[in-house]
Structures are given as C-alpha cells and as structure tokens.
C-alpha cells in the first residue's frame, strides 16, 4: 500500500511544480503578497488579504521572484502620473555619496600631486637619500633611485588621469 501512494505523491508534487512554473511564465502575470505587522510586532506575509488588519503594504513579484515595481507590467501606469519625489532620507543619503566622492577626489588630487612631486625630485639628480625607521639618512645609488623613478612614474599612470 505504502508502495502504490509515493508514486502518487511525486506525480502530485512535479505537477504542481509544473503548473507553477507554466503559470509564471508570461511577464504580465504578478504575484501578489499582502504584508502586515502582527499584534506583537511581528511581520506576517499571506498570499490573502488578512480580514480587519490595519496598515497592510500589498508586494508584487514577478514570475521569477524578484519584487516587481508598478510600471513594470501593462496597464499599471497613469502617462500623466508625476515621477515621485525623493524622500528625505534619499536626499540625506544622496548628499553624503556626494560628499564622499568629493573627499575622495580631494584625497586622490593630493596623492597625485605628492607623486608628481617625487618625480620631479628623482629627475632633477643629485643625491636622494631616504631616512630609516631609526631616523638616519641612507642614500640611494643610480640604481635604486631608477628604480623608485619608475614605481612613481607607474603610479602616476595608475592612479593620476591627465
């Protein structure tokens, strides 16, 4: 008997994942999730409106799971709708992405200008000297300091555009 029912029941499940699949298939077709914030605070998703909840957000997925955005699919904007304006918190996140690369275009300017600096020290000769951890000055021979030359010159093409 046990043996008769398990094919049964794999019939059932690849059918149902079938049918699951097919009726996803065509973009226009939405799911919908209905979210809702329980009485002790807790965040409960149903595929069906809960009766006398209060506050309910209504998500939409598209067939391949991913959250769908009005917009997205026929017959779900207005042509005379008015883009919606950026919150608060998307102006303030907005204004400190700019500030960051503002400082970071600052911070890359000075680097830039430090390594330029170096470069001219290294092709204008005479002696170059480099201080160790302990304070004392070690001068560099011809060979080190064509060395140190092109590192700067390699940085210079890496991180400075001009």
Do not use: W
């Not at 680097?111 to 070690?138: F, H, P, W």
């Amino acid at each position: 008997m046990f043996k008769s029912i398990a094919p049964t029941k794999t019939c059932l499940v690849s059918a149902f994942a079938a049918l699951c699949l097919f009726s996803g298939v065509t973009q226009s077709h939405a799911i919908q999730v209905y979210k809702t914030i329980g009485s002790f605070g807790e965040v409960k998703y149903s595929q069906y409106p809960p009766p006398n909840a209060k506050n309910i957000e209504v998500l939409e997925f598209r067939s391949d799971g991913r959250q769908a955005d009005a917009g997205q699919y026929p017959g779900k904007t207005d042509p005379n709708q008015q883009p919606a304006a950026p919150s608060a918190e998307d102006q303030r996140v907005a204004q400190l992405e700019a500030r960051i690369q503002e400082q970071e275009a600052n911070a890359n300017a000075q680097r830039c200008q430090s390594l330029r600096n170096n470069l001219t020290n290294l092709n204008v000769g005479g002696r170059i000297y480099e201080m160790d951890a302990s304070g004392n000055r070690k001068y560099l021979d011809s060979r080190e300091i064509e060395l140190k030359r092109e590192r700067v010159q390699q940085a210079i093409n890496q991180y400075c555009a001009s």
